[in-house]
């Protein structure tokens, strides 16, 4: 008797409505009542036809399970008959609804219980629940991974955490660049471990799940890469490339039915998409519609994709021709790298469809490059000002002859405010028209189309003559609408004139022809508001389309940081004459962290004082040494006024304050002056604030 050996752990994500159907048809093996599912990689099937017999077949890489028997309904039961396979004959309630069966027999383990299918071609409604959520195939992953070894994982989880900290604190952002540069480098377990630590520190990112869905298809565990697609595709229905990798997937496992429906909803997203219409070519040429493929290679080509060198001999064997001559070969013989090869056949090798992982331009990363202060005192005024130009999606083509035609659609961001207390204190209606003191792009950020054309040597210096957008950007600057011209995220070769291009790069040759080209630097400008801009690129050569990283920029950082924004201090004050207005003071200040605890902190400096008293009205302001300022209005009382002479002066007072590090708030002072000779004066204070930005 033939058994099945115990298949465990995957699942597969189903969402689609179709009606009841008849029994007749192929299902795959979903899970079984209590719980177990198929092994990654494994694939269990029951093909019913309308004679009243059925085929089973059970495969794994290095298993194959097949037999054969009989069915009869009766009503709402079954009765299913093998006739090699231990479950024999076995008898029960059946249930199919939109493409779900549910079998009164189990096939991993020869007990009772039931069995769900999913018929082949047909994906299951919303309300089927996922067997595997998006962490548990994470989380999975990363065991699997960490199976072998964890010293290099170590090794990356280190260098993770310094990139971090060079490029704004993302973790995940660094664990996704960290894990494109391994994947180049041929290192798939690696940087599948990358992206899946990337993908559990920021939750619901298509990009990362979609990246590393890829890696598990290489690795061969397209379970998982199915159950975490389908996963993806529920929270991003339109994003092209999960569909169109879902659809690998299915083909991995020879489950057609389900890749037609996969690729034909890639290319519903991205009709343009040469790789989706090749995809789907080959789908067509498994099922034997000659025909169809034919066609859908040519569409492919005529969209800029026409398959690797092995894929385009092999067409062109079984069509006549149709499809584009193979790329000529490297010479890969030890210690004679290309060196055997004509101009043309060098060029010939950056042959193929480039994709960006990243590509853009950022101003105003850091709090001293984002700001800029113009005057001094209460007329200061610190404009902070950041830029961003990001590709939403990115294709480069280069032909064998080394011509370049590209497309891709950028995002622009232009985020530009003033702060002082001139601006700060403008009425709110004023403040409040659109953009106010400041500067914007209309609708906070806007995409242009791309178009760029230009040419590889065969050393592959890249060389993009042209393609800035046409379109001008529409920015709101200070009350006024204005036309602005957008800027190329590539990287110049100097300031000026010369960033309207021509812009050049270098591809680098990498493991098993996955070429790339590469850009992490920053280029000095001659501007007093924009200092200097950093650009980052990853192209790579790829057969898959891939959804670049754009995120956008983070809130301007302020002028000053805000020490705290509820604080007591406690001071002493030392005036060596009333007329000059100045004073050196030592304090201390106390205030609550986010852990509860009280922080103390002790500072000594010199201020200059101006003060202006009207009955019970008080006005001051306060200049530090470290250019910020105070103005505070309030009301208070003096002894002063009531016991004129006393040589000690106690008063109080509660006022509306304006602090350049930390804005609008209320402050609360105690205090006693006193005498100390004919010009000089002492005081002590106690001093209570709290900011409007942490709220009374």
């Known amino acids: 008797m033939k058994k099945i050996f115990l298949f465990l752990s995957i699942s597969f994500v189903l969402n689609h409505n179709l009606a009841a159907q008849s029994l007749s048809g192929k299902y795959i093996l979903i899970k079984e009542s209590d719980g177990q599912q198929p092994k990654s990689g494994a694939i269990i099937s029951i093909s019913f036809n309308p004679n009243g017999t059925f085929s089973f077949k059970a495969t794994m890489p290095g298993t194959v399970v097949t037999d054969k028997g009989s069915y009869k309904i009766n009503g709402t039961n079954i009765s299913v008959s093998f006739t090699e396979m231990e479950q024999g004959k076995q008898t029960g309630p059946y249930s199919l609804a939109e493409g779900t069966l549910i079998l009164p027999i189990k096939m991993l383990k020869n007990v009772k219980g039931s069995s769900t299918w999913q018929q082949e071609g047909v994906i299951a409604s919303n309300n089927i629940i996922p067997v595997s959520s998006t962490s548990d195939i994470i989380n999975k992953t990363i065991t699997f991974l960490s199976s072998a070894s964890t010293t290099w994982q170590a090794a990356i989880d280190k260098k993770a955490t310094v990139e971090a900290s060079k490029n704004g604190g993302s973790l995940a952002a660094a664990y996704y660049s960290i894990g494109i540069a391994l994947k180049l480098k041929g290192y798939n377990k690696e940087s599948a471990y990358t992206m899946s630590k990337a993908a559990l520190l920021q939750n619901n990112n298509g990009l990362y799940e979609n990246n590393l869905a890829m ?70 040429e498994k099922k034997g519609e000659k025909e169809k493929a034919i066609k859908s290679f040519e569409q492919a080509f005529e969209n800029g994709y026409g398959g690797t060198g092995k894929q385009i001999a092999k067409r062109n064997a079984k069509n006549g021709n149709k499809s584009p001559n193979p790329a000529p070969q490297k010479n890969t013989q030890p210690g004679t790298k290309n060196t055997q090869l004509s101009k043309a056949e060098k060029i010939a090798i950056w042959e193929g469809n480039y994709q960006a992982a990243y590509l853009k331009a950022k101003s105003g990363e850091t709090n001293s490059e984002a700001n800029t202060k113009f005057g001094t005192g209460v007329a200061t005024t610190i404009i902070s000002l950041q830029t961003l130009a990001c590709v939403k999606s990115f294709s480069m083509n280069i032909s064998k002859q080394g011509t370049i035609n590209g497309n891709a659609e950028v995002m622009y961001v232009y985020q530009g405010k003033a702060n002082g207390p001139v601006t700060s204190l403008a009425a709110a209606p004023l403040v409040a028209i659109n953009g106010g003191f400041g500067a914007v792009l209309k609708d ?203 040589p000690i002066e106690f008063s109080e007072s509660l006022n509306l304050i304006y602090d350049s590090k930390c804005g609008f708030g209320v402050k609360g002072v105690a205090a006693a002056k006193a005498k100390m000779g004919a010009e000089a004066n002492t005081s002590a204070a106690i001093e209570g604030v709290i900011f409007f930005n942490k709220g009374l």
């Open 215 to 284: 890696l598990l298809i290489e690795l061969e565990r397209y379970g998982d890469a199915i159950a975490l697609l389908n996963n993806v595709i529920k929270g991003f229905p339109k994003l092209a490339p999960a569909h169109g990798n879902l659809a690998v997937a299915y083909i991995k496992i020879n489950d057609l039915a389900n890749a037609m429906i996969a690729v034909n909803k890639a290319i519903i997203n991205h009709p343009t998409c040469g790789s989706y219409l090749y995809t789907r070519g080959i789908i067509e």
């Open 444 to 646: 906070g950020f806007q995409l242009r189309n791309w178009q760029f054309t230009g040419e590889v040597d065969e050393n592959g210096n890249v060389t993009i003559a042209a393609g800035l957008p046409s379109e001008k950007l529409d920015l709101y600057n200070v009350g006024t609408w204005q036309k602005i011209t957008p800027w190329s995220p590539l990287k110049p070769d100097a300031a000026g004139a010369a960033m309207k291009g021509p812009f050049h790069f270098t591809l680098t040759e990498g493991k098993e022809g996955k070429h790339f080209a590469q850009v992490d630097d920053y280029l000095p400008l001659q501007d007093k508001l924009i200092k200097q801009v950093h650009y980052q690129m990853l192209l790579v050569k790829s057969n898959n389309t891939i959804t670049p990283d754009c995120q956008a920029l983070a809130q301007a950082p302020e002028a000053n940081e805000c020490p705290a924004t509820e604080s007591i201090k406690t001071k002493i004050a030392v005036s060596p004459g009333k007329s000059l207005n100045i004073s050196t003071e030592s304090s201390t200040t106390y205030t609550k962290g986010n852990d509860g605890k009280v922080n103390t902190s002790y500072d000594n400096a010199v201020n200059t004082n101006i003060e202006i008293e009207a009955g019970m009205v008080t006005a001051a302001a306060e200049f530090h040494g470290d250019n910020s300022y105070e103005l505070s209005i309030g009301l208070g009382v003096s002894s002063g006024k009531i016991l004129p002479g006393f």
